[in-house]
């Protein structure tokens, strides 16, 4: 099993930069590849990048590509989004997941998720 906890969304202006935390535990989750997803209202998930939690290999959406980061903290056992450059279209609940799964982009592949939470990005 693992636990993700996920925090620091909020309100920020377009332009401005925010950075997710999602903290991980349970057995055998450094196995595991870690990712981000978003899902504005009405619309569908939306793959946003994901990375294998031990080693540096990651894979970006085009839609954030440039603009936002992933890294992690292996002590800490916690996995961050750094987004910059954030812009109205960005709005959405962001949530952490986690999967065992090569088919990063696949939502439906994940095994886990955090309980997701809201950015906000004003003009």
């Known amino acids: 099993q693992v636990q993700l906890v996920e925090s620091g969304g909020g309100l920020v202006q377009a332009g401005g930069s925010l950075r997710l935390s999602c903290a991980a535990s349970g057995r055998s989750f450094s196995t595991y590849a870690m990712g981000w997803f978003r899902q504005a209202p009405g619309k569908e998930r939306e793959f946003v990048v994901a990375?294998?939690?031990?080693?540096?290999?990651?894979y970006y959406g085009d839609s954030v590509k440039g603009r936002f980061t992933i890294s992690r903290d292996n002590a800490k056992n916690t996995v961050y989004l750094q987004m910059n450059s954030l812009k109205p279209e960005d709005t959405a609940v962001y949530y952490c997941?986690?999967?065992?799964?090569?088919?990063?982009?696949?939502?439906?592949?994940?095994?886990?998720w955090g309980q997701g939470t809201q950015v906000t990005v004003s003009s």
């Open positions: 990375m294998r939690w031990s080693v540096d290999n990651t």
């Open positions: 997941a986690a999967t065992r799964s090569s088919r990063w982009q696949i939502w439906s592949a994940y095994d886990y």
